[in-house]
């Protein structure tokens, strides 16, 4: 699995011990770098170094942003013991603290665990103590995509900066400096996050770019400068009441800050009737740690509020829980006035430099983020695929501002004979899964390969590639009790192939497959209601005598509630260890909107392995099922209606309207046709055709002399419109045709 490996511009040294007390400190050169360990729970590190009067220093702890498990705490103290600095918990588990040296001479560091109740290997920390930069904030914290903007720094140590009174950060005072970013001008961009340092799961659907600034002592901590999606407009003050709110020119992007002890901020515009905008509001998803609301209105309306989203893409694998609020579509009626007020529930103790935030207000643009994630939901883990045999990856699709359509996943720059068939996340879902296969001649292989989503988005095609994340520390016993696993972002999607599977398990339903070079999964046709009694054969290598597991691969819903099923989500009954086939049966929903589907089955087994002489380890094999391709057909493509023009006269020629109402995206054409009942004589009429694009059509109606007059019950207008050029959906109405009598001819004698 991978792990966080750190490059640094400074001279690194390694921890030694001991160094337990001030006596023990080690002692290291200022703008220097220690890599150690808490290896006990109440182990304490002392480091000590020489420092000039007036020098502001930094102290700077990294633990869980470098995939640690320690929870560190610092402080700073000159030779009198005199405590000068303080802090942990700056950013996660990360520590920082700083302190101007008040004369000449040595100063120590004190490292501990905060509550010296953990300490291990895995307590592993990076202390640097330096001058160098340090960037608390960005302002604004988001730039147009490709364009050079200035932007204002607050931090510490800035060259060039300038002392900001009255602003500060976890009390220490900060100083500004107004630089210009250049953000990435390459294609896909601004759909991407571009960071090399740790990224939560909540920060890790943000498209951005790391920014960092050099300084005569070494280079600053890396920070994230978002992408905004229209014209960045600066909050001006004095806007902390409704009476007196900020008027802002939309579609715009707002940013702004919480500058004070129960800051509160009110912005207006005005929409037009037919106007259909976004109201977002972003903070604790660009690292900012608060928690932000916003209240809007329109005109005298009631005040509606907006707190945490509650929407996540998984909850134990890739836990998004953001504290921002959710996003609000608004689609006036009328043309009208709003107002938004943006607040903080930490306002009494949170604000400052440190707390700003994004107030999108553009129109509605669809649009869709993925993640791909090794299969495991509970531990760390990698992709490993065998000569021979199948794996798959988890998808997650976060969907925005409505985008519900279709995504196809393809997978690209594969090692040779690793082939992978596109999947699709179909309308309206969250979680899909692709499934990587190997031939039994791949050659071990060890890198990293990419996955795209692409969707049509008004009428364009629209390509995001999926960002790649694994878990970093394990549940342990709490695994499968919906705790969310720590987890992260990743620099690369990777992939290792190895020797032989132990197992292989192949759908093979009839007329599913073709070659064409290799086997391709077709879809196969299914409508809705329907049912599928799936085969499927194994392939067995001969250690692999065991009982094998089927159950399918979840779709990001409750089972019951899966649009297309197997077994109900349940795990199906045990392949007996002497068994190489079987089947199952799939089962489309009657209201499963129709489109296609990508269903994958897990198999898992138990496997002995001999790991030493005389000692055999049990270990459970996980891989998948080649992929059965579902295209869901829909029941019903329209709705129908006939009408008749009036009564039928013998002898003259008649008409019926038809009209459809068209139903499930269908465009095509419709064969129209009348059927009569066996009393109606003398009566006919031809089949017309509803050509693709319109709505109705008159049915010409034959009317002979002799027709039998009288009101004709249940004639069936039949509208049959053609799905995937060859498979026909039926339907139809029913209406009556009445026939007037033939008026007698008066003798003129």
């Keep these: 699995n991978p792990r966080t490996f750190t490059v640094g511009d400074l001279p690194e040294v390694a921890e030694k011990e001991p160094n337990n007390d001030v006596g023990e400190a080690q002692r290291i050169e200022l703008n220097t770098t220690v890599n150690g360990v808490i290896s006990a729970p109440t182990d304490v590190d002392f480091v000590v170094f020489p420092g000039k009067k007036g020098q502001r220093v930094i102290v700077s702890c990294l633990t869980s942003s470098i995939d640690s498990k320690a929870r560190p705490m610092i402080e700073m103290y000159d030779v009198s013991q005199k405590r000068i600095a303080f802090n942990r918990n700056y950013n996660g588990n990360d520590a920082l603290a700083d302190g101007i040296l008040p004369e000449d001479g040595d100063y120590f560091v004190r490292l501990s665990e905060f509550t010296y109740t953990q300490g291990s290997p895995l307590h592993f920390y990076r202390l640097t103590i330096s001058t160098a930069p340090w960037i608390d904030a960005v302002f604004p914290p988001m730039v147009e995509p490709g364009k050079p903007a200035q932007v204002t720094l607050y931090g510490r140590n800035l060259p060039g900066g300038t002392p900001e009174p009255g602003a500060l950060v976890e009390g220490r005072p900060v100083e500004k400096l107004v630089v210009t970013v250049n953000p990435p001008t390459d294609a896909g961009a601004a759909s991407r996050l571009t960071m090399k340092s740790r990224v939560d799961p909540r920060v890790g659907l943000t498209d951005g770019f790391e920014y960092r600034l050099k300084g005569p002592s070494g280079m600053s901590n890396p920070m994230l400068i978002a992408y905004a999606t229209g014209k960045v407009v600066l909050e001006k003050e004095n806007n902390d ?3 007196s709110a900020e008027s802002i020119p939309v579609p715009c992007e707002v940013a702004g800050r919480i500058d004070k002890r129960q800051d509160r901020d009110w912005y207006t515009f005005n929409l037009k009737k037919g106007d259909i905008y976004t109201l977002e509001l972003w903070s604790d998803r660009l690292g900012v740690p608060t928690d932000l609301y916003f209240a809007y209105k329109k005109d005298k309306a009631n005040e509606a509020e907006e707190d945490d989203a509650i929407d996540i893409l998984q909850t134990a694998q890739f836990y998004n829980r953001t504290s921002d609020p959710k996003s609000v579509r608004l689609a006036p009626t009328e043309d009208g006035q709003y107002f938004v007020g943006v607040g903080s529930r930490e306002s009494n103790f949170a604000f400052g430099p440190r707390v700003t935030y994004r107030l999108r207000v553009t129109p509605e643009k669809p649009d869709f983020r993925v993640i791909i994630m090794p299969s495991s939901t509970y531990q760390p883990d990698t992709t490993v695929l065998r000569a021979g045999g199948l794996q798959y990856l988890d998808v997650f699709v976060q969907r925005l501002d409505g985008f519900t ?15 992978c068939p596109p999947s699709v996340v179909s309308t309206g879902m969250k979680q899909g899964t692709l499934v990587l296969s190997a031939d039994a001649s791949a050659v071990p292989f060890s890198g990293t390969f990419t996955v ?14 999926a960002r790649p994340a694994t878990i970093t520390w394990s549940l342990g016993p709490q695994q499968n ?11 690369g999607l990777f992939l290792a192939v190895r020797e032989a599977a132990q197992f292989k398990i ?8 073709i070659k064409m070079g290799e086997k391709q999964p077709l879809p196969l046709m299914l409508k809705q209601g329907d049912k599928l009694t799936v085969p499927f054969k194994i392939t067995r290598s001969p ?40 089947t199952f049966i799939v089962d489309v929903k009657p209201t499963t909107p129709p489109g296609t589907y990508t269903i994958v089955m897990k198999a898992s087994t138990p496997i002995q392995f001999a790991k030493e002489a005389k000692k055999n380890v049990a270990l459970t094999i996980v891989t998948a099922t080649t992929p059965l391709v579902i295209k869901v057909l829909p029941t019903v493509v329209a709705k129908v209606t006939a009408t008749p023009k009036g009564n ?17 995206e269908y465009t095509g054409d419709f064969k129209v046709k009348l059927t009569l009942p066996p009393t109606a004589k003398g009566l006919s009429a031809d089949e017309v055709t509803i050509p693709a694009g319109k709505d109705e059509i008159v049915v010409p109606v034959k009317v002979a002399a002799d027709a039998t007059a009288g009101t004709i019950q249940n004639v069936v207008a039949t509208a049959t419109g053609t799905v995937e050029g060859k498979i026909p959906i039926v339907q139809d109405t029913k209406f009556n045709l009445t026939v007037d009598k033939v008026a007698p001819v008066k003798d003129k004698k």
């Design 543 to 582: 250690e692999t005598k065991t009982p094998i597991t089927l159950q399918q691969i979840s779709m990001g819903v409750n089972p019951q509630q899966a649009p297309i099923s197997v077994g109900n989500g349940a795990a199906l009954p045990v392949i007996a260890a002497d068994k190489n086939d079987g």
């Design 648 to 664: 039928l006269k013998p002898g003259m020629p008649g008409e019926v309207t038809v009209k459809v109402e068209r139903l499930n």
């Design 481 to 491: 009790q919906n705790i969310p696993a720590i987890t992260r972002l990743d620099q």
């Design 241 to 243: 009441k409704i009476e």
């Design 452 to 465: 795209k989503g692409t969707a049509t988005i008004a009428g364009q095609p629209a390509i995001r590639e």
């Design 506 to 513: 192949t759908i093979e339903p009839e007329n599913s497959f």
């Design 405 to 419: 359509g279709p995504i196809t996943l393809t997978a690209e720059g594969l090692p040779p004979g690793v082939t």
